[in-house]
């Protein structure tokens, strides 16, 4: 039972990373894009991860997991606002 909700969230895990990639392509500016692409992401690799560590089923692998998606958390949020700001800055449409 464990491996079956194991795949269940790696595959919606795969699936927002596939509709943040369709968000970045569909639409229409520079900051829905980011907003699309930065929620999808993150919500995926958290879906990924927590998929992941319940397959392996060690604790130790799921607390490296757990600070891989803080991190990535981190890295998409400071990335997004430098994008932004830099956009802003140009007056990027």
């Not at 699936?15 to 919500?43: M, Q, V, Y």
């Not at 400071?78 to 990027?92: D, M, P, T, V």
Request: proline residues 1%; hydrophobic residues 60%.
């Amino acid at each position: 039972m464990v491996d079956l909700l194991a795949l269940i969230l790696v595959f919606s895990g795969i699936a927002f990373f596939f509709f943040g990639a369709i968000g970045l392509l569909r639409l229409p500016d520079l900051h829905s894009r980011l907003h699309a692409l930065t929620k999808a992401d993150n919500l995926g690799l958290g879906l990924l991860i927590v998929g992941v560590a319940l397959f392996h089923g060690s604790l130790l692998v799921a607390l490296k997991l757990l600070l891989i998606w803080l991190l990535a958390l981190l890295g998409s949020a400071a990335s997004a606002h430098l994008i932004s700001q830099y956009a802003l800055r140009r007056k990027h449409q």
